[in-house]
T-cell receptor
Framework: GAVVSQHPSRVICKSGTSVKIECRSL??????MFWYRQFPKQSLMLMAT?????????EQGVEKDKFLINHASLTLSTLTVTSAHPEDSSFYIC?????????????FGPGTRLTVL | KQEVTQIPAALSVPEGENLVLNCSFT??????LQWFRQDPGKGLTSLLL?????REQTSGRLNASLDKSSGRSTLYIAASQPGDSATYLC??????????FGQGTELSVKP
């Protein structure tokens, strides 16, 4: 149980295009999902917290108009990188939290490797 | 500022050795502390989660301890194997479910 999937696993796009990444909790409902970014040889940095049915909360320094997050259902959150540029190339990982008490364990997706040419 | 630090950044040991990875966090108001494994180019594999009220958790050859008051956690790996080679990340969970990750310890176990 507690499986989180991401799609696509890898994407290459041209500069200026938009890319959508999906994060799904397959066997549980996730009221809260999180999006992280990881640059090579660095750790994960939280980008935003996504709550079902409400606007995402972005971390300081993350452009909300650049990284659009939608959490339309209890099993799906999407991250859209708008007008992508080479500096947006990174490994994007989502996580989903099950339960609502005491900030339960987060289950992580396998990640999406974005390369912007 | 909430920060998580891991020492050492890299570690190379011969197969069979017992080893300890260290994690420290500046803000002790954590809800839990998690240890993850990450293989190159891959996502995270959860290893152990210690709730703030607990002192340690064990899974197979892995044992994680937590000293919340001093802001420290350790991951003990017994009888290391080449398959244990990976980057190990610790992460502290704070208000709102926010995880703060350490920079990781890159472990190499030589056969």
């Amino acid at each position: 149980g507690a499986v989180v999937s991401q799609h696509p696993s890898r994407v290459i796009c041209k500069s200026g295009t938009s890319v959508k990444i999906e994060c799904r909790s397959l066997d549980f409902q996730a009221t809260t999902m999180f999006w992280y970014r990881q640059f090579p040889k660095q750790s994960l940095m939280l980008m935003a917290t996504s709550n079902e049915g409400s606007k995402a909360t972005y971390e300081q320094g993350v452009e909300k108009d650049k990284f659009l997050i939608n959490h339309a259902s209890l099993t799906l959150s999407t991250l859209t990188v708008t007008s992508a540029h080479p500096e947006d190339s990174s490994f994007y990982i989502c996580s989903a939290e099950s339960g609502q008490a005491n900030y339960n364990e987060q289950f992580f997706g396998p990640g999406t490797r974005l390369t912007v040419l | 500022k909430q920060e998580v630090t891991q020492i050492p950044a890299a570690l190379s040991v011969p197969e069979g050795e017992n080893l300890v990875l260290n994690c420290s966090f500046t803000d002790s108001a954590i809800y839990n502390l998690q240890w993850f494994r990450q293989d190159p180019g891959k996502g995270l594999t959860s290893l152990l989660l210690i709730q703030s009220s607990q002192r340690e958790q064990t899974s197979g050859r892995l044992n994680a301890s937590l000293d919340k008051s001093s802001g420290r956690s350790t991951l003990y790996i017994a009888a290391s194997q080449p398959g244990d080679s990976a980057t190990y990340l610790c992460a502290a969970t704070y208000q709102g479910g926010k995880l703060i990750f350490g920079q990781g310890t890159e472990l190499s176990v030589k056969p």
